[in-house]
């Protein structure tokens, strides 16, 4: 644990300072004065589970006027959705287990890939785990932990599940050479349209998963059991490998950059991944480009986020047929849907083509809930809750049924589901809990779901919708870096190689990050060891280009919390 001194700001002018002997300890003394509400528990349903790797917001009902979406706009029509949700890590494995656990990256003592949380921090209980416990019969289909060391090879089966995990055939070929190039011959890309009909076995992973989650719904209705299922979609990460026919709902001349395509001037070098992963591959190898800032090249670019857009098209096909089998198994109106990703991935913007940093377009997530009979009404009895939607002919118009601008985290992804489900709540975690098997560093969200008033629409803005706006909840989050400025391991550092720490705090107002010295044989941050800072006003500069943690205009405030660091 750490065991320095730790801030945090109200807002950018009023500064609220308590001393405290670790981050862990400041995040539990915010979450103490936040108040409870039960108002949406539903006992005895069904939970699926649904998340996607290396999704942005980047969808119709989060405002993206582009991207055709309509199955997932749908799902939002009915459900609570949160506008400001943020993973804790914007990397898979140390995403995934802090979520899964309810514990943060420092916690879990995971960074990178190579440790499995129950033997090197704490035999912590995850959120299938407690469900299992619980009566339910849980189920993992597609990518729901990481695969590898992070889950013990086994996506923590038996601990976590009820049968071992389904993973796709065809996931070994993701990484191969599958995409046809302008030379005819096959090349391992990273913009990699397909004719599913020519790849290996004649299908791609995450159709193999809605057929198989489909599946295990029929099971789980013949036999009645109540269940937790867990299904995890590879698209849209890289390689971006999806049916050739998306395309056709980009046009690359609608293609635009990304609004801030360069490098921001004033940011700090240790803030810089510089997209190693992508340049791995033969078709941006090819570009010659530059190390560490590039960049790529302009067409290329429009290249790549053509090619994002149609995975993710591709990925919400996916999503409608599976909500659409709950349709034809009677068992819309009896589960629980929630829809998230692990983080974002950067588009361009400040010039990155990754995720691997602190900034929103990284860690920003979709989160939407759907629960039967609260979120949405059965206004028309018999009806069906989610037809499936043709992306390429339906014109969608549909808007969240109920939309808050507040800041969650996915960490409180356990308590939440928890409590929705009418389980006991997990307590939330001492300071000091790597002995403790059940509880949550993260509260649960449930309370931004109650409207003020009884209504029928769950329309409105949240300053006369939802409740507790005297609160100001954060968001936390946190990433390594092996060197003050960008190397070959910088987006993916071991742990050894692990010399600085980035911690950022996201509130409605700014996004304050402080990259600091790490020790990662003892996983202690030193505060006073100050690398670099930044500090972005999102009101007046939402796309964090323009970092003013040094301007003089701050500078006292700055000096203050400096000041107090060192005592």
Not at 419 to 429: S, T, Y
Request: charged share 20%.
């Amino acid at each position: 644990m750490l065991e320095t001194p730790v801030l945090f700001c109200f807002s950018p002018f009023i500064v609220y300072i308590e001393k405290f002997q670790s981050p862990l300890s400041f995040y539990l003394s915010v979450l103490k004065l936040m108040p409870d509400n039960s108002l949406f528990r539903v006992g005895g349903k069904n939970v699926l589970f649904i998340v996607v790797d290396d999704l942005r917001p980047t969808l119709g009902c989060y405002g993206d006027n582009l991207v055709k979406s309509p199955n997932i706009n749908q799902l939002a029509s009915q459900s609570v959705v949160f506008q400001n949700a943020y993973a804790q890590q914007a990397v898979c494995a140390p995403s995934r287990v802090s979520f899964l656990t309810g514990r943060r990256p420092d916690t879990t003592r995971l960074y990178d890939f190579y440790s499995y949380w129950r033997v090197h921090a704490g035999n912590y209980s995850t959120i299938p785990q407690y469900f299992k416990q619980n009566g339910y019969t849980t189920m993992s289909v597609g990518k729901v932990f990481h695969p590898g060391i992070s889950s013990n090879y086994n996506d923590d089966y038996p601990y976590s599940w009820s049968i071992p995990p389904f993973h796709p055939s065809t996931e070994k070929y993701e990484n191969t050479k599958t995409c046809k190039g302008k030379d005819g011959k096959l090349h391992a890309n990273l913009v990699c349209p397909v004719d599913v009909a020519e790849v290996p076995e004649g299908t791609l992973p995450d159709i193999q998963s809605t057929e198989e989650a489909i599946r295990l719904l029929n099971v789980m209705k013949k036999k009645k059991r109540k269940f937790f299922l867990a299904v995890g979609y590879h698209k849209p990460h890289i390689p971006l490998r999806y049916p050739q026919e998306f395309l056709k709902l980009y046009p690359l001349e609608n293609i635009t950059l990304a609004p801030d395509p360069w490098v921001p001037e004033e940011l700090p070098p240790v803030a810089y991944n510089p997209w190693t992963d992508i340049r791995e591959r033969e078709d941006v190898q090819a570009l010659n480009i530059s190390f560490p800032y590039g960049p790529v090249p302009e067409d290329f670019q429009r290249l790549i986020r053509q090619s994002y857009f149609a995975a993710v098209s591709y990925l919400d096909t996916q999503v409608g047929r599976l909500l659409n089998a709950l349709d034809d198994l009677k068992l819309s109106r009896k589960t629980i849907v929630v829809f998230t990703a692990d983080h974002g991935w950067s588009l361009g913007e400040h010039g990155e083509w990754a995720k691997y940093s602190n900034f929103d377009v990284a860690t920003r997530v979709p989160l939407m809930f759907y629960v039967p009979g609260k979120t949405s009404s059965f206004a028309n009895p018999g009806g069906r809750q989610f037809p499936y939607l043709d992306p390429f002919t339906h014109v969608s118009n549909l808007i969240p049924q109920g939309r808050t601008k507040k800041i969650v985290e996915l960490v409180s992804l356990f308590p939440t589901l928890a409590e929705l489900a009418g389980l006991r709540i997990p307590p939330l975690c001492p300071e000091t809990s790597f002995d403790v098997t059940l509880c949550s560093e993260g509260r649960s969200i449930v309370r931004y779901f109650a409207p003020v008033e009884e209504k029928g629409d769950y329309g409105g803005d949240d300053s006369d919708y939802y409740q507790d706006d005297q609160e100001e909840p954060i968001a936390f989050c946190q990433y390594p870096r092996p060197a003050d400025t960008p190397q070959w391991n910088s987006d993916k550092p071991k742990l050894k190689d692990i010399k600085i720490m980035g911690y950022s705090m996201r509130t409605v107002d700014y996004r304050y990050t402080v990259w600091v010295g790490f020790n990662p044989s003892t996983f202690s941050a030193n505060f006073q060891d100050i690398h670099a800072g930044e500090l972005y006003m999102v009101g007046t500069d939402p796309g964090q280009d323009h970092n003013i943690y040094n301007n003089s205009l701050h500078s006292n405030v700055l000096k203050k919390i400096l000041a107090f660091l060192r005592r």
